[in-house]
């Protein structure tokens, strides 16, 4: 069974730049994560799809990150402009229940 | 609020030495609890869950861990450490929120082995 997929692994950018990352989840699973987790720290939730619906997205900096999941499938996380504290690695998961399992994730730095 | 406190930031053992990794939670009902595994540049492992029944959970790679409710603690164990065994440790609670379950993560725990 293939895992969480998302790309690309790195990416580096200038501040101002917009930036994507995509992930293709777990085949059947209905829910889709996306975690910043920064340097030394646990990932923290950014938001949280329930199939096509984002149900929490709380933490989700909206003036400058969106993400959409179509068709309940792919996501598209996306930071536009970017800044230098948007630094950080972004995982992916996906979950058929309780428990989440997580992709290799992007690494994300601005400079 | 739900938290996870992971209380040691940084271990370091010895190869074939024993380890227990601490984590404590806060969480008003019985939660999921988790432990994963974080090699460098990679996302994280699913190492073992606990849902309900028997508080001592057994994972992969040789890995188990104990709930013990009046402590509020998931504490992860291994009798013998590997080499390989060297990378960031993360306990988490799953806590419902509107009608769904969230992970949330303590700061992590890196593990350095010796040989």
Partial sequence: ?111 | AQSVTQPDIHITVSEGASLELRCNYSYGATPYLFWYVQSPGQGLQLLLKYFSGDTLVQGIKGFEAEFKRSQSSFNLRKPSVHWSDAAEYFCAVGAASGGYNKLIFGAGTRLAVHP
């Fill in chain 1, 1 to 111: 069974e293939a895992g969480v997929v998302q790309s690309p692994r790195y990416k580096i950018i200038e501040k101002k730049q917009p930036v994507a990352f995509w992930c293709n989840p777990i085949s059947g699973h209905n829910t889709l994560y996306w975690y910043r987790q920064n340097l030394g720290q646990g990932p923290e939730l950014l938001i949280r799809y329930e199939n096509e619906e984002a149900v929490d997205d709380s933490q989700l900096p909206k003036d400058r990150f969106s993400a959409e999941r179509l068709k309940g499938v792919d996501s598209t996380l996306k930071i536009q402009p970017a800044e230098l504290g948007d630094s950080a690695v972004y995982l992916c998961a996906s979950s058929p229940g309780p428990e989440a399992f997580f992709g290799q994730g992007t690494r994300l730095t601005v400079v």
